[in-house]
């Protein structure tokens, strides 16, 4: 009788779903599947399709010359080949451990695998994860079975911009009842991103969950922000809807999130169990968050303790888009001046990535100065791999 | 200088997230596309398909004959129609308010519309959201311009099954900084659900902050937990790494998680500010979660002063599997005893419902017995579009 039940409400539930697929148990093809041997194979069900490709960043990338801008490293493609109907293919050598992204292209269009469920939106774009493990970095990227902080979805309210936005909020494990007070990491994401992106395709909650577990990182309060000034949230959580996402949002890149970065400083303190001063506080950030977090260090010279620039959009800004930008070399001199410091200045950057020169011109700049700071150069561009990287090798040298 | 940094950022985000289609401005079709006259078209770029059809709860349902089941209402299908090789399908009537899904069926394989970066997880299938707005109740289901509560993914300790376990809980607008004691709802999903159906296709927490803010709902905080009671977490979101989630888990409707119940609350009132006692704790939940609701209930009598039955998986139960299920004649006698009795005791159907005779027999059975109870039947079956309808009469009438 009890399975009759089930049965029957897993047929209701399929009906109610669409899970037609869920309801006859599960996938219609194993894909992407990890052999023994940790190469992958990946299969799409389609007897009628031309041709279908698999793109994704565990392939070599290809060069592909774009208008106006050069040469461009794009994901590279592999393609599939069909047998009674399913395509299929195998990587002929083993994939290295790491988070991957891919897609198909069936008959030139770019799909999601409809037999994985584990997908993540990136801006206007889903793609599927492929999780490969096996080094100790990548199994920072898992849940393990350790205390596991918790996540928040808060908002907080902008007076200066007369609305409520979204934050994502990691608190320790042991937070809720500890009675302790926490230093702050303010965690920004790069253009195009949102609130989520860290969380997401950053892991930051696994990589702090798993190295705080290791003693590694200090328990740490994690702060993800929304650096698109103009939106609420995260696309079709804020409200104005399921509307279309894209990159390029107004009030980007211009001082207005930097100008109001305060407010959420203030908002935290007043609503978490903080360390509430500079030797508490830490900024990093990815791309335009690590612009952000630049520009927000010195022109807050004694908020922040530790900075971290991951693959920084470091460029000459005009301060007439606003003085947040004004008067660069000046406000560098104050932020290393003696009294301001911060006990940890961090760069990271990829080899190949396009903002390397940019990267290496400012350290330039620094080391004329003779301002310290701690540089982390990996291979690769700019790409979430090694953000990741450098989010786990830069929380364990804060709040010492 | 700043625009061309924003552009090769993009660029390069399009490269790292093999995100082409956000690179050159988003979508390559429009789709949804809500029209003015509420009429939907659904557009799919696919040059060398030979068949697209879209399929989707906007659809009149069709019958389907299942072998050892009998005549099941599937969802319907629509025949999209190429044109310069997109395939296009435009309703034929206005589509009414709510909140629908839907997904593409291309030469015979369901997937997702690659031009909706919004959809959900339903245990082992992915398909697209469709809001179309219109009236109060779907008005619920939309993030409005009022205050927030906080949404958290939250792990306790079960040391009866020795593990962690995760829950999603709401926490109303203020709580963080009021100091006051909020009453509890318990808020459980169905079979092959988990902590975060509630939250995604429920819409717990929209329907909650606009209630509360229109003042027709007391501030509250929502526990939805995960009923699969050998899972840590959601799928993708425990130690067992990205596994293809199937239905039909071990342990689930056999007593366990009635029996553990008891855990939760003590961890919730140890973690938040609660209102520890009956009158301050409800309990509902949807199909299995309805069947949870009941069992729990009515084995813990002084714990809940609200109980909810959405659709719920009312059914001869056999003691042999749990004690839990053991002497329901006699629980149900002390449950609704003068000292027990719920100060609400509510049941909702669909009038097509499989199993809406279970539910009309388990009412005729408390109507022999003068048992109050709430009763609110609506059309329509075993259905999210119910279930949220319900949380929105439920809410509202609890805690008073």
Known sequence: MKKLIICAIMLAAGVSSYAQQALFGGANAKSPEINADKTVTFRFVAPKAIS????????????????????MEMPGQADLVEKDGVWEYTTPTPVAPEMYT??????????????????????????????????????????????????????????KENMDRRLTVYTPAGYETSGKKYPVLYL???????????????RSTQILDNLIAQGKAKPMIVVMTNGNISMEAAPGEGSEGLTVPTMGLPKTMEGTFETDFPEIISFI???????????????????MGGFHSLHISKQYPDKFNYVGLFSAAIGVTDPKISPIYGDFDKKLDILFSK????????????????LFKANSDFRAQLD????????????GGHIWRNWR???????????K
């Open 52 to 71: 279908v490709k698999v793109t994704g960043d565990f392939l070599p990338t290809r060069k592909v010359e774009v208008p106006n801008f050069g040469s």
């Open 102 to 159: 891919y897609s198909f292209i069936v008959d030139g269009q770019t799909m999601v695998d409809p037999n994985n469920v584990y997908m993540n939106r990136d801006v206007s774009t889903v793609s599927n994860l492929l999780y490969v493990d096996g080094n100790e970095v990548v199994d920072l990227y898992k849940v393990q079975d350790v205390p596991h902080g918790t996540v928040s979805k808060i908002w907080y309210h902008s007076a």
């Open 188 to 202: 920004l994401h790069g253009i195009g991103g949102d609130e989520e992106a860290w969380y997401t395709q950053g």
């Open 269 to 287: 303190d007043k609503t978490f169990r903080t360390q509430a001063n500079k030797k508490g506080r830490a900024i990093a950030g990815l791309s």
């Open 339 to 354: 009294k301001n410091r911060p006990a940890l200045f961090y760069i990271a950057c990829g080899n190949t990535d396009f």
């Open 368 to 379: 004329a100065k003779g301002y310290p700071y701690k540089y982390y150069e990996t291979d």
């Open 389 to 399: 990287k450098y989010l786990a090798d830069f929380t364990p040298r804060i709040f």
